[in-house]
């Protein structure tokens, strides 16, 4: 079966600063797409980014980018200059079988 | 916000009510999704429908019955549910199926629980 860990349950952050998520996967297929979802409390779950694997260039998306590792199946979302309402539950996902990960909860500090 | 609305928004119920969870996409999406997400577990996918044809998780207790009448439209019907089965369900659509670029707009859950 395909899995995806996010190995970090909770990350803080300073306002402004930078912050990285992590997430690895296995699968033993080459062709698919990743995505990170953030869910804010109580508000509707939102995509923040995708990524194909047949794409080398890393994804970006404004202040969100990530760094994707297909050798290693890892698939990390790095936030920058970090703002208030970044504040949420992030998830990766892996399109195939829409299998997510646990879950990050990012708290961002004044 | 409004691409996929879902009713009721919470729900309580005894374990022999029987009840039943809408989902309305207005996208023009092909695929609908019903998804179980409980606290501290991962999102948990239950039901797939393409083009209105299920594609099954078969690891769903059948006390969850899913109905799609039309591509915009989706049902959870739920009976003798356990108190395990409490949960925030999640409704969503992709422009596709399975596979590919299959970006997933959610609805606002519905907030079960079961007593």
């Known amino acids: 079966a395909q899995t995806v860990t996010q190995s970090q349950p909770e990350m803080s952050v300073q306002e402004a600063e930078t912050v990285t998520l992590s997430c690895t996967y296995d699968?033993?297929?080459?062709?698919?797409?990743l995505f990170w979802y953030k869910q804010p409390p109580s508000r509707q779950m939102i995509l923040v980014i995708r990524?194909?694997?047949?794409?080398?260039q890393n994804a970006t998306e404004n202040r969100f980018s990530v760094n994707f590792q297909k050798a290693a199946k890892s698939f990390s979302l790095k936030i920058s200059d970090s703002q208030l309402g970044d504040a949420a539950m992030y998830f990766c996902?892996?399109?195939?079988?829409?299998?997510f990960g646990a879950g990050t909860r990012l708290t961002v500090k004044p | 916000e409004t691409g996929v609305t879902q009713t009721p928004r919470h729900l309580v119920m005894g374990m022999t009510n029987k009840k039943s969870l809408k989902c309305e996409q207005h996208?023009?999406?092909?695929?609908m999704y019903w998804y179980k997400q409980s606290a501290k577990k991962p999102l948990e996918l239950m039901f797939v429908?393409?083009?209105?044809?299920?594609?099954e998780n078969n690891s769903v207790p059948s006390r969850f019955s899913p109905e799609c009448p039309n591509s915009s439209h989706l049902f959870l019907h739920l009976h003798t549910l356990q108190p395990e089965d409490s949960a925030l369900y999640l409704c969503?659509?992709?422009?596709?199926?399975?596979?590919?670029?299959?970006?997933?707009?959610f609805g606002p859950g519905t907030r079960l629980t079961v007593l």
């Open positions: 969503a659509s992709s422009p596709f199926g399975l596979a590919g670029d299959n970006e997933q707009f």
């Open positions: 699968t033993s297929e080459s062709d698919y797409y």
């Open positions: 990524q194909e694997a047949y794409k080398q």
């Open positions: 996902a892996f399109n195939n079988d829409m299998r």
């Open positions: 996208l023009g999406h092909n695929a």
């Open positions: 429908y393409s083009l209105e044809e299920r594609v």
